[in-house]
């Protein structure tokens, strides 16, 4: 075991993928939910613009 920098390696399990619904990398897949715009947990586009950058709604490729 090394401690330092090159541990940083180990650290490459993402736990967000791109959302389905607002296209931003923010869905959990362990959740099964997305941070951003709340897909997976609620119908409606979860509003929080005074905390979180934007949220577009729709997919952007
Ligand atoms: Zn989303």
Known sequence: MTKGT???GKKKKQSHGICRRCGRKAFNRSKGYCAACGFGRT???KNENWKNKKVTGKRKD
Do not use: N, V
């Open 6 to 8: 090159p541990s940083a």
């Open 43 to 45: 119908k409606k586009l």
